[in-house]
């Protein structure tokens, strides 16, 4: 489910967790400036939706684990949404 919100919270509670001043995380991604770092944590209906691989990378240079890393993707629209199991489903 796409929610560019969630993810520029998720990814910068995960920064913050880490110590990671927004340039420190931009120069571990390998970009010359903060502004994608802001971009894409602000969030709104103009933050950028980053792809898969970003996500990916994010999610190593945080030392995500996998279910965080799966919660990016979900937030960034990059899993297919997955329907509520029926009660006999959870049984």
């Known amino acids: 489910m796409l929610d560019l919100d969630a993810f520029g919270a998720a990814l910068r509670a995960a920064r913050l967790r880490r110590g990671l001043r927004p340039i420190d995380l931009a120069l571990e991604m390998g970009w010359s400036g903060t502004a994608p770092v802001y971009r894409y944590e602000r ?3 103009n933050a950028p939706r980053p792809d898969p691989d970003t996500v990916n990378l994010f ?3 945080l030392g995500l684990d996998y279910a965080d890393r ?3 993707l979900g937030f960034a629209g990059h899993l297919p949404d997955i329907p509520q199991p029926t009660a ?3 049984d």
């Open 70 to 72: 799966v919660t990016l």
């Open 88 to 90: 006999q489903e959870e």
């Open 43 to 45: 969030g709104g209906p």
């Open 59 to 61: 999610a190593r240079v």
